[in-house]
């Protein structure tokens, strides 16, 4: 009889990804860690390959895994989506999710295009707003789920670890810091994390800032620096080959981990469907630094 690749082997394998390692796996999955590890034995006997690693501080996954992940997000989808299209239990319910506008990127599109085709029955809305105004709405239950941004060090147990990027100073080529005088920054609104961090750190260690524009969003800020206006803080996502990087000058900025967080009294099948679509996107699409 021909080999087969089980669905919910490969639904182990892209929680692996999803979760960072096989324990946390297990528990999204509800089995036992030596269940999850069976399935995964069970694929390298079916493929007669090594999927993960299995090496402290190395790589989660072999190659032949990372390949494997691309054909499991595929596989796992036709499934899901024949299933949800001819099965006799749609899912059912309304979910309310904040976001940042660094989340609305394609592959965020793509997720939650995905999930409308699906389960056309949840109904989804959506509110935009600074990384801190997304926190506060989902800690006052204004939101079922939130995608943002936090610091590294920031991240809870139960948060859904979407990718990572790092934090720079820029500016124009151009501009020349003059040491005598303030440093004019760009910074988005008077919520903005980055500008609280900024501030606070560069203040303590010496360094004098002048607020020269404030807008609320990236555009706006990217425009600015181009122009010479000032130095900023952006993410990698956002940071261009015409801005110049500031190093070594300037306290180093933390990491950066994009998440997405459930509230507590909020995880309905709905809304773990949403925020697993969601992790499974982000984590197969190219040009993203995927965590752990």
Known sequence: MP?????????????????????RAAEHLGLSQSAVSHKIRRLEQTLDCSLLTRRAGGPLFTDAGMRLTLYANRLVDLHDEALAELGKKPLLGSIRLGMTEDASTSAFAKALGRFTRLYPTVNVRTRTGQSLVVQNWLKAGELDAAIMQVFQGHVSDDDHILFEDQLYWVKSPDLALDPTEPVPFLSFDEHCFYRQWGFGEGQSRGHRFEMVLECPSAAGIQSAVRAGLGIALLNGLHVTPDMEVIEGVLPTPPGLTFIARIHRKSRTPAVKTLISEVARTFHATPGLQKAG
């Open 3 to 23: 080999e087969k690749l089980e669905i919910e082997a490969l639904r182990a394998v892209l929680a692996i990804v999803e979760h960072g390692g096989i324990t």
